[in-house]
Nanobody, 127 residues
Framework: QVQLVESGGGLVEAGGSLRLSCAAS????????MGWFRQAPGKEREFVGG????????RYTDFVKDRFTISRDNAKNTVYLQMNVLKPEDTAVYYC????????????????????WGQGTQVTVSS
């Protein structure tokens, strides 16, 4: 059974930074493209960004571009989301997800394409 566990969330002031981690109990993490999503109260879950199997490609949604950076360490079975210049509108529960890709190495923003999800970690940005 694949498990994803996010950590690193918390309360931060606007303009601050947080680094989220996603620890995966996956034998071969490099088989998966990894994505980060978030869900604010009363809103749908939305794509934040993702990283290809070996980290060669990343994809971000416009509202986090140039502020957030996704990286991965397959040897440690961990994916990271570095969040800088945080804004109150970044407040949400953040989820990591794994997309089991067989031959492609394309990061998809479609949550239905992801096979495994973590339980989420709360990020709250105060103004």
């Amino acid at each position: 059974q694949v498990q994803l566990v996010e950590s690193g969330g918390g309360l931060v002031e606007a303009g601050g930074s947080l680094r989220l981690s996603c620890a995966a109990s996956i034998r071969t993490l490099s088989r998966y493209c990894m994505g980060w999503f978030r869900q604010a109260p009363g809103k749908e879950r939305e794509f934040v960004g993702g990283i290809s199997r070996f980290g060669t490609n990343t994809r971000y949604t416009d509202f986090v571009k140039d502020r957030f950076t996704i990286s991965r360490d397959n040897a440690k079975n961990t994916v990271y989301l570095q969040m800088n210049v945080l804004k109150p509108e970044d407040t949400a529960v953040y989820y990591c997800a794994a997309d089991s890709v067989l031959l492609s190495d394309v990061v998809t923003p479609n949550p239905r394409e992801y096979d495994y999800w973590g339980q989420g970690t709360q990020v709250t940005v105060s103004s």
